[in-house]
């Protein structure tokens, strides 16, 4: 979501057209290597961006975000409904091939039934990227309330994407810090035992770096940690008590990426850092852009990597950011 936008010039996309718990963990010694530091693979397209392990995979370091492709800006409705519009099922088809040719590997989303329609179609145009699950409860469930049942609506819908083989399965980041607020976190380990009796990799994503550091004193088997660089589940009471006022709307404190970022640097898992960009509130000049990249890597480990949106209606911002990766990372 770039403020400077082109006018007049349409940058629309032009492109051609399970194994049980024990099986999975015995596995997991040699995966959590590679999660570490496992070497690159032959056969390395020549033009994909720097890699780092994910399991029995590698994913680019910079991995394509999947919520403009459904909406959700994180900005306002009329933006939301401007990327709905946008993002047809054709067009969702193009911008992932554009992707790939662009020398990005993997994306992330969560399974919804626009997604769950568009699968097949990206698979029979040939994309071959690797895609990981954010399981939302909302998919599968009509407005959860209770602890018991996001538990169980994450479970369908990890249960619903593992027919189309992620490369991983996250636990929704605002579902996160929802159990982390009424005390019922211990609940996501009967998510990852769920995930892995699958056969797939384990992740929690949250907004909140408090939860990362709980769940590392805790020894789950959590292969992977999805990290908001913004803290923008704050409760309203939060909000006065940090700042002395509650905010209209959905904030960013630029404090934030600071306190994440020294939690991600700690963790022992892989970890994919999130709204590296504040959903486009950092995206005034290339400058600015190229300044989060920069900040991104150099605050996470040498093995994790991003996730950005990409909303290429306007400028073509996914030639943008892969062009950032390439000149932070060297």
């Known amino acids: 979501m770039r403020k400077q936008l082109l006018a007049g010039t349409d940058f629309s996309l032009q492109v051609p057209t399970g194994p049980s718990r024990r099986d999975f963990m015995k596995g997991a010694v ?4 590679g999660l570490m530091a496992a ?5 390395q397209p020549p033009n994909e961006l720097p890699t780092v392990a994910f399991g029995q995979h590698r994913v680019t370091r910079l991995i394509s975000g999947g919520n403009p492709l459904y909406g959700y800006s994180h900005f306002n409705g009329l933006l939301d409904n401007l990327m709905r519009e946008y ?9 992932l091939l554009a992707c790939e040719k662009a020398g990005i590997n993997t994306w992330q989303s969560n399974f919804d039934a626009a997604a769950q329609q568009q699968f097949p179609k990206v698979r029979a145009a040939g994309c071959k990227m690797h895609w990981i699950c954010l399981a939302d409860p909302w998919d599968v469930s009509d407005n959860p309330n209770d602890p018991q049942t996001l538990i169980r609506g994450a479970i369908k819908c990890a249960a619903a994407a593992a027919k189309v083989k992620p490369i991983g399965i996250a636990h929704h980041g605002v579902v996160t810090d929802k159990h982390w607020a009424a005390g019922s976190i211990d609940r996501l380990r009967d998510f990852l035992n769920h995930v892995h009796d699958l056969g797939f990799p384990a992740g929690i994503s949250t ?3 408090a939860v990362i550091e709980y769940l590392e004193t805790k020894g789950w088997p959590i292969d992977f940690y999805m990290g908001c660089f913004y803290r923008v589940t704050r409760t309203e009471e939060e909000f006065r008590k940090e700042i002395g006022m509650s905010p209209v709307g959905e904030t960013y404190l630029s404090t934030d990426p600071d306190r ?3 939690v991600l640097l700690q963790a022992k898992p892989v970890c994919l850092g999130f709204k590296i960009l504040g959903a486009g509130r950092h995206c005034g000049s290339p400058e600015e852009v190229r300044h989060c990249f920069d900040y991104a890597f150099k605050n996470l480990k040498a093995t994790d990597a991003v996730i950005v949106g990409m909303f290429p209606k306007f400028s073509d911002q996914i030639a943008e950011n892969v062009e950032h990766v390439r000149a932070v990372l060297g």
């Open 30 to 33: 040699a995966a959590a290597t």
């Open 260 to 262: 994440m970022t020294k």
């Open 39 to 43: 070497p690159l693979l032959a056969g």
């Open 207 to 209: 907004h909140n770096p």
């Open 87 to 95: 993002f047809t099922d054709e067009q969702v088809v193009k911008y």
